[in-house]
């Protein structure tokens, strides 16, 4: 057996997912929404991807359709934002920055969520040390959070679900440490509520009587893997304490696809650090069209080392497609004028990534067209060529990997209600009069 499937047992994990990412955002910028109802609206001001507490509490639904709510939400006073994702992102990296200061391995989950490894930090209280995590985030950001810590990643996660549900008994940081806490906790968590454990798994275990994490994390792990399969034994292990799933080994529908990893040395040409975005591209893409997704925005970031005595140098940046797309190519057609825009020579860079965002399940049959960009008339013959591209990926070692670009054309979206780009752009920078 090996020893990722073994799992280990003094791993400390963190959890930690700033509060309505989106709204809270807008709100960090612009103290009049401080308290208000807040909508985010879709590209093309389309639908409700984002909603404020307070906009929740009103009856505003994640997903409706804008035209269809915005009189009655306008009575009620709903102050309302377009998709600001330059913002978005950049504050994302901001976030990641900060939890760096706690811990030198930070695994980034999705836009607003990360893994924070704690063991072997020196910390008597690691409840204090969330609560540390939680206030120095919201002095230095302006976003609240919530921290779950456990041992294992699921445990973590479940614990930042628990630190949601009880979050004025918790005050935002739930640290399951005592066996006690364990059982009481998964006793109350039902069974498709665990990460990682899809609809239709849930409704399997169900079927065999196990509807809590309780009942599921009783079971012995090799039963689990002879029955089932060996994701579902490792989660049992990890419900037990035992660590041995990595965040980014859980398969389930994702709300944000990232795809990122450190260099083994510090990389300074162009050329290099294009090669290195074209394997994230062509990773990111892979994952998107395996859940059935397509993806609206590409996000980039690029860094170098904080941790070495040299020069440094973070950016990100994000740009909306003209349509939504599976296409591999017009991910890194993206990604690669983006780089353009913020590579900047004379510093040693660690880490490149590539990020998927404003993800939606694919229509087959149709592809919504836009009128100032004829490119994307040819979406569903991509996306045919990408099915096959994946078939012999899978197939053969070497498989079919990116060689060039294609071309885009310039266009503009309808961003009637977006916010400045207060962070990334000097001429939208806020402005103070004494």
């Keep these: 057996m090996s020893a990722t499937f073994a799992g280990y047992r003094d791993q400390i994990w963190a959890l930690v997912d700033a509060k309505s990412f989106y709204t809270s955002c807008e709100q960090v910028f612009d103290p009049t929404l401080a308290g208000k109802p807040v909508v985010v609206l879709s590209n093309n001001d389309g639908c409700c991807v984002a909603i404020s507490e307070q906009a929740k509490g009103l009856g505003i639904q994640r997903g409706a359709p804008w035209f269809k709510i915005e009189r009655e939400a306008r009575k009620l006073g709903v102050q309302v934002r377009s998709s600001n994702y330059v913002l978005y992102a950049d504050m994302s990296r901001r976030f990641i920055e900060e939890l760096s200061r706690f811990s030198p391995q930070v695994e980034q989950y999705?836009?607003?969520?990360?893994?924070?490894?704690?063991?072997?930090?020196?910390?008597e209280d690691l409840t204090a040390y969330g609560q540390q995590i939680r206030d120095t985030i919201y002095r230095h950001l302006g976003l609240a959070v919530r921290v779950g810590i456990g041992a294992t990643p699921t445990l973590a996660k479940l614990g930042n679900q628990a630190a949601k549900a009880y979050e004025q008994r918790l005050h935002g940081v739930a640290e399951i440490k005592?066996?006690?806490?364990?059982?009481w906790l998964l006793q109350r968590t039902d069974v498709q509520d665990i990460w990682g454990i899809g609809a239709k798994t849930a409704t399997r275990l169900r079927t065999s009587g196990i509807t809590t994490?309780?009942?599921?994390?009783?079971?012995?792990?090799?039963?689990?893997?002879?029955?089932?399969?060996?994701?579902?034994?490792r989660t049992v292990l990890e419900l037990q304490g035992v660590a041995c799933i990595a965040p980014g080994d859980i398969d389930e529908k994702r709300k944000q696809i990232l795809s990122s990893r450190s260099f083994g040395v510090?990389?300074?040409?162009?050329?290099?650090?294009?090669?290195?975005?074209?394997?994230?591209?062509?990773?990111?893409?892979?994952k998107l069209r395996q859940q059935g997704s397509q993806a609206?925005?590409?996000?980039?970031?690029l860094r170098t080392n904080r941790y070495k005595d040299l020069p440094q140098y973070n950016k990100s940046t994000a740009r909306v497609l003209a349509c939504p797309s599976q296409d591999?190519?017009?991910?890194?057609?993206?990604?690669?004028?983006?780089?353009h825009g913020i590579y900047r020579p004379g510093y040693?860079?660690?880490?490149?990534?590539?990020?998927?965002?404003?993800?939606?399940?694919?229509?087959?049959?149709?592809v919504q067209l836009d009128m100032f960009d004829a490119s994307t008339l040819d979406e569903m013959k991509r996306r045919k060529l990408m099915a096959v591209t994946d078939q012999l990926n899978a197939r053969y070692k070497n498989g079919v990997k990116p060689a060039s670009?294609?071309?885009?054309?310039?266009?503009?979206?309808?961003?009637?209600?977006?916010?400045?780009?207060?962070?990334t752009r000097l001429d939208e920078l806020q402005i103070a009069k004494c």
Aim: aromatic share 10%.
């Design 405 to 423: 670009v294609i071309s885009a054309t310039n266009w503009h979206m309808r961003q009637a209600f977006r916010s400045n780009r207060w962070t």
């Design 266 to 286: 510090g990389i300074s040409q162009l050329d290099e650090l294009k090669a290195a975005l074209a394997f994230h591209c062509q990773r990111a893409g892979e």
């Design 110 to 123: 999705s836009i607003d969520e990360a893994f924070v490894r704690l063991d072997g930090m020196n910390q």
């Design 178 to 183: 005592t066996e006690q806490q364990r059982r």
């Design 213 to 233: 994490a309780l009942q599921l994390a009783d079971q012995k792990s090799a039963d689990m893997r002879r029955l089932w399969n060996v994701g579902l034994a």
């Design 348 to 366: 040693e860079y660690q880490k490149i990534g590539v990020i998927l965002d404003d993800l939606s399940d694919v229509q087959h049959q149709y």
């Design 296 to 301: 609206g925005v590409v996000s980039l970031f």
């Design 328 to 339: 591999t190519y017009q991910f890194l057609n993206s990604a690669i004028e983006q780089l």
